[in-house]
């Protein structure tokens, strides 16, 4: 009983308003979003039968966020989310020697607060706690909380070796 | 030679199995896709003319999974892609002076076992094996082996600071 | 005063020249595309008012790229972008305690050399330069500069733990 819905600004140079009205039919009272809530472009929203969206006012998803949710997923006002954000307050069981898909899952809140940015790829996972305020880098995976007015990268420390061409 | 095909699943609230015979007409004998194998949206597939890919019964693939065969890649039963999973059996070659177009490909079989979940944003590359069971956490890059019935994720040792805001 | 512009090629087997034309209508003397620059599925430009995007010829993107663009983005001639290849010239200000989107962006130019190679998800910041002939491994985010003719790879040190499963 899942849902997927698209939503699509065909007018690329205005954000456009996304509307509750779409989501209220089908789930009264489990979605809410608020004020000046956009997306760039398409954006994913699943949600089990027990899961409860909250989306504050004036935030933003670029293109390709995917919000996923059993128990309750709650982002505040005036956020940005970058490309290809994805939210999942689930995660698979797999404690079992049974198929993944029946094991069912393990579901935990996740609390966004205000004005945070998240950057490109980023993904969140069950039960974390990010305040208000934080900043997370690009392809950064957040599975612990984050204190409010913080800024969060992956640790940089790239290999770097030369590459010897021959010809 | 290679092919680019997108399925769509258009009802949402079912997960249609993906029909082999899409395939066959263009690459008889080399994909191969068990029972009850779907995809959740779009799926992208490349195969080049010695690729071969096989899919084994009730394997799921989420939201925007790419494949891409020069040799082999064999994912078994069971599986669930998370959303963006992208898998190549190839490498661009580098070793000369020449375009990087021009150089062509190295490949190596990829296998991935029985009941795996990959996370969002898994790379899988050439030459990997994954075996039965594992649970690979989301934007792991995994560029080697992996033993039966483990769990990979990313080093999770973010960098955390705090931001001084000022007004 | 964005832009968002979607290239779609139809005919999946022939890689279509990208047209300038698209380009200089809306924004003459500030996209400029080499010759037989390609893209494989849909890419994502945006600029802003004073942004200039210069792409080399030959230069080749895999699906769902996307390069944003407030100062000065430079790709050179022949490169590969992989899948999901995103390029920001810039950042949001975050260093006051006013709303995110009100505070603007902090710019800085990227150049990417000749003959280079992008992997999956990769993510290039504000002010760095990639020198020819480089080397960059799937979900990497470069935010400092590469030398030219490097291999750069993520840590690839990844936890793996066994999973103990009961019945």
Chains 1, 2, 3 share one sequence.
């Not at 989306?55 to 989310?81: A, W």
């Not at 990268?153 to 790239?158: A, E, F, G």
């Amino acid at each position: 009983m899942n849902i997927l819905i698209r939503l699509r600004n065909l007018k690329n140079s205005l954000q456009t308003k996304i509307r509750i009205a779409i989501w209220s039919l089908e789930y009264p009272g489990r979605v809410e979003f608020g004020d000046c809530v956009s997306s760039r472009d398409v954006m994913r929203l699943r949600l089990g039968p027990e899961g409860s969206l909250v989306v504050g006012d004036g935030t933003f998803f670029n293109n390709g966020c995917s919000l996923n949710c059993m128990k309750r997923i709650e982002i505040g006002r005036n956020c940005l989310f970058g490309e290809n954000v994805t939210v999942y307050d689930h995660n698979h069981r797999f404690s079992s020697f049974s198929r993944l898909a029946e094991q069912g899952y393990k579901s935990a809140s996740i609390k966004i607060g205000d004005n945070c940015w998240l950057g490109t790829n980023v993904v969140v996972l069950k039960g974390v706690t990010i305040g208000d305020g934080c900043v997370v880098g690009a392809n950064v995976v957040v599975a612990s909380d984050i204190p409010p007015d913080s800024i969060v990268t992956q640790s940089r420390d790239l290999n770097i070796a030369p590459i010897i061409r021959t010809n």
